[in-house]
C-alpha cells in the first residue's frame, strides 16, 4: 500500500475514534445537562443565549477554518514552501485573534438591544438573564476560534492527534460545570464552562503546533499577498457555509415562539442526530479535504473525482439505515439517554418528535458538509456561496409555515428540507465542474441502501413492539428495545449489502483496518 494511502487510512481511523469518543462526550453532556434541567426555562435561556456567540464564531471563522486557510497553506506546502505556509499561518492566526475579540466587543455592549429581538417570546426577567448569560459566553468564540485556526495548520501539516483530543477536553469541562457547578449556581455554571472548555480546547494543541515552527508573533501582514488571498476567499466562504449557522439561528429565534421546553427539546433532538453525521460523515470530509486540496494545487481532477465520488456513496451507505433507525428508535433512545431527573416523559416525547423530522436531513447535511469542502479545495468560493443564499431563502419561508403547523417538528423538518437542497444543488454544479461524478455508481449505491434498509426497518419495528409491548416508559425496556434492535437491524443491513457484494462494505473494514482507502 502507498504511504499517502497508509496516511489516509490512519488519519481516517483515528479521527474517527477521536470523532466518536467526542460525540459520546457530547451525549454524555446533554444527558448530565438534561438530568439537571430537564427541558425547563432556565435551560431555554441558555439555549438562547448560545445562539448568538455560536454565530459569531461560525460565521466569522469557521468557514476560514475548513475552507480557506487550508487549501492556501496546503498549496505553499505541495510547493515545498514551508516557510512560507508557516508565516502565513502566524499573520492569519493573529488577525483572525483580533477579528473575534473586537466583534464579541461589540455584541458585549449591544447584547440587551439583540436579545429583546431573537427572544421576543420571553419575559424581562427571561431577557435580563439571556444577557448576562451572553456577555459569559461572548468569550467562547474567540479561545475556541483561535483553536479552530490551530485546527486549520494542524491539518494542513497532516498532524491529526493534538486536534482529535482538543474537543474532548471542551466537552469534558462542560460536563464537569453541568455535573458538579451547575445545580448550585445553575445555567451561569454551564456558561463558565463553556469558556473553560474553549481554553482547553486550544491549550492542547499549542504543543504541537509549536513543533511545527510556529512561534509567537505580533505580525498582522495586511499586505501579505497569501493574507489577503486568505481574506479574499474568507469572507464568501463564511456566507456559503453560514447557511446551516443560519438555520439553527432562524430555529431558535421560532422556537421562542412556542412554549418553553420546546427550543430545548430541538437542541436535544439535534444532538443525537449528530452522533452519526459526527463519528463518520464530518471526520471523513475532514480528513479527506487537505488531500483533496492538495490534488487541486496539482490539478488532479480525476484524483479529487474519485475521492468525492467514493466519500459519497459511503455516506449514503451509512447514513440511509442510520437516518430510518433514528426515525423508528426515536422515543427509546430520547427515553435511554435522558429521562431522569428533570427530563420527564413529555420531554421525551417532545424530543423524540423533532429528531422524527431531524433524521430525514442526514444524507443531506453529509453531502453538504463533503461537497462544500470539494469546492473550497479548488479555491471556488462563488458557487457554494450562490447556493447558500438561496437555501437560506428556502429555510426561513419552510421554518416560518411549518413552526405553525409542526411546532418544534416543523422547525426541524424546515432544516432538513434545506440540507438536502443544499446537497443537491451543490452536487449538480461540482459534476458540471469536474466532467462527472461516477453518478451511474452513486445511483447503485442508493438502490443497494433502498433494498438493504427496507426489511432492515421491518426488523426494527418489530423488536421495539415485541420488547416494549408498545410502551418505552421507564425501567429496562427502553435500553434494551434499543440495544437489541439495533444489533438486529445492522446484522440484517450488513447482511443483506454482503449479498448484495457492496463495495462499500469492503471499503468501510479497510479503512478500520488501516489498510486501503481508494484513490
Known sequence: MSSERRRIASAATLILIAYGLSRVLGAVRELVIANTFGTGPNLDNYRVAFAVPDLLFNLLLAGAISSAFIPVLSEHLAKREPARAREIAERVLNSSI?????????????????????????????????????????????????????????????RFFAQALAPLFYNGSIIVAAAFFAPRFG??????????????????????????????????????????????????????????????????????????GRVAALRYADTIAQLPLGTFSQALAFVLFPFLARDAAVRAFDSIRHRTALALRLNIFVLVPASVGLAILGVPIVAVLFERGQFSADSVQQTAYALTFFSLGLAGQAGTALLVRVFYALQDVITPLRISLIVIGVNLATNVVLVHLLAQGGLALGTSIAATLNAILLGRALRGRLGGLEGRAILQTVRRSLIGVIPMALVVAGVIFVVTGGSVHGG????????????????????????????????????????????
Do not use: C
Open 98 to 158: 483580533i477579528i473575534l475579540t473586537v466583534g464579541a466587543a461589540v455584541l458585549f455592549v449591544v447584547a440587551p438591544l439583540y436579545v429583546s429581538l431573537i427572544a421576543f417570546g420571553y419575559s424581562p426577567k427571561d431577557h435580563a438573564l439571556i444577557t448576562d448569560l451572553t456577555r459569559i459566553l461572548l468569550l467562547q468564540p474567540i479561545f475556541l476560534g483561535a483553536g479552530g485556526m490551530v485546527i486549520g495548520i494542524l491539518t494542513a501539516y497532516q
Open 187 to 260: 445555567v451561569t455554571a454551564l456558561a463558565v464552562g463553556v469558556v473553560a472548555g474553549a481554553m482547553l480546547h486550544l491549550g492542547i494543541q499549542l504543543p504541537s503546533l509549536w513543533r511545527t515552527g510556529w512561534r509567537p508573533t505580533t505580525e498582522l501582514g495586511l499586505r501579505d499577498p497569501g493574507v489577503r488571498k486568505v481574506g479574499r476567499l474568507m469572507f464568501p466562504i463564511a456566507l456559503g457555509l453560514a447557511a446551516a449557522q443560519v438555520n439553527v439561528f432562524v430555529d431558535t429565534v421560532l422556537g421562542t415562539s412556542l412554549p418553553h
Open 476 to 519: 429496562f425496556r427502553p435500553l434494551a428495545a434499543t440495544l437489541v434492535a439495533v444489533a438486529l437491524g445492522a446484522s440484517t443491513y450488513l447482511a443483506i449489502q454482503l449479498a448484495l457484494k457492496s463495495e462499500e462494505v469492503r471499503v468501510l473494514l479497510s479503512v478500520l483496518r488501516r489498510e486501503q482507502l481508494r484513490a
